[in-house]
């Protein structure tokens, strides 16, 4: 093959990708979705009172950004004595206590929980913490997490996003919902998700790897 031909394939090839990558930031751009059950992360201090002197946490299976669920579970109990038994611990240990729940499971412990960013738990909402050596009473720190989507920065940048952006999402099933103020996270170690809760996920008929759709902002 002549040098000429092989240069008018490169340049129908390189036209080809441009066009279906074009076509594909018109659509939007796609996630994953992962629903996101109840939860808690603990500091080493609460592990060790809720466990006991020394404990640390054991993995039961590896999540995204260095995470993993652990196969320890506690009990959390609301103001009314209301309890929700088998709430599972992530790991690794953080700088503060926080409890992620739903709005149902909020109903159900009788407290008022707030929507919450992840970390954002000052003025949250009180919860006891039951664990099998002891237990612990947060003043704050019981939130129902904002719906959002990890990215690598890699993602990021074919998405035309970057950390901290608020995105209008699209679910194309037989409920066809919008998931309005969706935010952006993104970090090396991050997997392209989406999570949302339990509730959400219910009402809108939508499971874990079902794939939804970024709206480009010129469609907003």
Do not use: W
């Amino acid at each position: 093959m002549d040098t000429a031909n092989v240069e008018l394939i490169t340049k129908m090839v390189l036209e080809a990708m441009e066009g279906e990558q074009a076509r594909r930031s018109s659509q939007g751009f796609m996630v994953p979705v992962g629903v996101s059950a109840r939860h808690i992360h603990l500091t080493q201090e609460s592990v060790e009172k809720l466990f006991g002197a020394g404990y640390h946490l054991t993995k039961k299976k590896d999540l995204m950004g260095g995470q993993f669920a652990s196969n320890e579970t506690v009990t959390i109990v609301g103001l009314k004595l209301r309890a929700i038994e088998n709430v599972r611990i992530l790991g690794p240990t953080r700088s503060a206590d926080q409890v992620e729940v739903s709005q149902t499971d909020a109903f159900k412990l009788g407290v008022k929980v707030p929507v919450r960013n992840s970390g954002d738990t000052a003025g949250s909402a009180p919860i006891a913490v039951v664990g099998p050596k002891g237990a612990i009473y947060l003043n704050e720190g019981c939130i129902i997490a904002a719906r959002h989507i990890h990215m690598s920065p890699a993602d990021a940048q074919s998405a035309g996003l970057k950390d901290g952006d608020i995105v209008d999402v699209k679910a194309e099933n037989e409920r066809g919902t919008t998931f309005n103020n969706v935010l952006i996270r993104v970090h090396p170690s991050f997997t392209l998700e989406m999570h949302i809760d339990t509730d959400e996920a219910n009402a809108c008929k939508i499971k874990t790897g079902d794939v939804v759709r970024i709206i480009p902002s010129d469609r907003l």
